[in-house]
DNA sequence: ATTAAAATGAGAATCATTATAATAAAATTA
DNA sequence: TAATTTTATTATAATGATTCTCATTTTAAT
């Protein structure tokens, strides 16, 4: 593991914010100020591959990159925004019905935010 | 609805086979030799944004345009085949959980196919 | 220390998608 | 029907995310 590896796998534990390669880039520069972006896709591929983090992507936006920890992901239909949340697990009965072929799984539920709910309703009243 | 929206829609809910919009443009030719592609990506956004399909957004390949009708999703992680499948419907749950604000949800379960299956196996015995 | 292998940097290339602006078609009104 | 407005379409340029290339640097192995 280089140290890019392994500074790029901590950037995306420690902020769960499910940042895009290139805000990736960014926090990395603060501390490796030379590194390439093409260095920092190289490593999130690998780091993918690997199953050491993943990949969310998401219609209409650059993808992003999440901790491992099994959770579920909202998102909201207006802003877009993503969070994170579990609902109940699914592996054992995915493993029930497809047998050693099964992964992983990856479960998005769209909704409307509050913050766009509220919107919503004040362009509604008007 | 245009001819070419009314179309468009027709082609994706025959085709059963999740195409992309270039698929989709190549199939529209057959019958509009003329149609440009921006009107396929006009269309088609009209359609998603309206409900009328929905758009299937997998990791390293563009965009596929499916029918509403409700399925799930299996990925092969090795060939990125796509197939559609039908687990436990999770609505009522979700409803239960997000209230009025839920929308859908996206599951897509990432399995190995049995061909890629088969595959691995021969590789693995020599 | 030498060689081989892997990783990196910089920028070009690619591919999907969107934006633009001119034209054409459709809908509306008179 | 003719004139006017609106909407859709075409062709192409632009954009943006990601990958590719290749020369250079770093790391590991002999």
Redesign the pocket.
């Given at each position: 593991m280089?140290?890019?590896?392994k500074q790029i796998y901590e950037i995306v534990n420690k902020l769960t914010s499910h940042l895009?390669?290139?805000q990736i880039f960014s926090e990395l520069k603060k501390i490796?100020p030379?590194?390439?972006?093409?260095?920092v896709?190289?490593?999130l591929?690998k780091l993918c591959d690997v199953g050491l983090i993943r990949r969310v992507s998401i219609e209409?936006s650059?993808?992003r990159y999440d901790r491992i920890s099994k959770h579920d992901h909202l998102v909201c239909r207006r802003c877009g925004k993503l969070t994170d949340v579990c609902f109940e697990d699914l592996t054992s009965t995915l493993e029930r019905q497809l047998g050693g072929a099964f992964l992983a799984y990856d479960l998005k539920v769209f909704y409307i935010c509050p913050a766009c709910r509220k919107k919503e309703m004040e362009q509604t009243q008007i």
């Amino acid at each position: 593991m280089t140290k890019y590896e392994k500074q790029i796998y901590e950037i995306v534990n420690k902020l769960t914010s499910h940042l895009t390669a290139d805000q990736i880039f960014s926090e990395l520069k603060k501390i490796y100020p030379s590194v390439s972006l093409a260095t920092v896709y190289n490593n999130l591929n690998k780091l993918c591959d690997v199953g050491l983090i993943r990949r969310v992507s998401i219609e209409g936006s650059p993808d992003r990159y999440d901790r491992i920890s099994k959770h579920d992901h909202l998102v909201c239909r207006r802003c877009g925004k993503l969070t994170d949340v579990c609902f109940e697990d699914l592996t054992s009965t995915l493993e029930r019905q497809l047998g050693g072929a099964f992964l992983a799984y990856d479960l998005k539920v769209f909704y409307i935010c509050p913050a766009c709910r509220k919107k919503e309703m004040e362009q509604t009243q008007i």
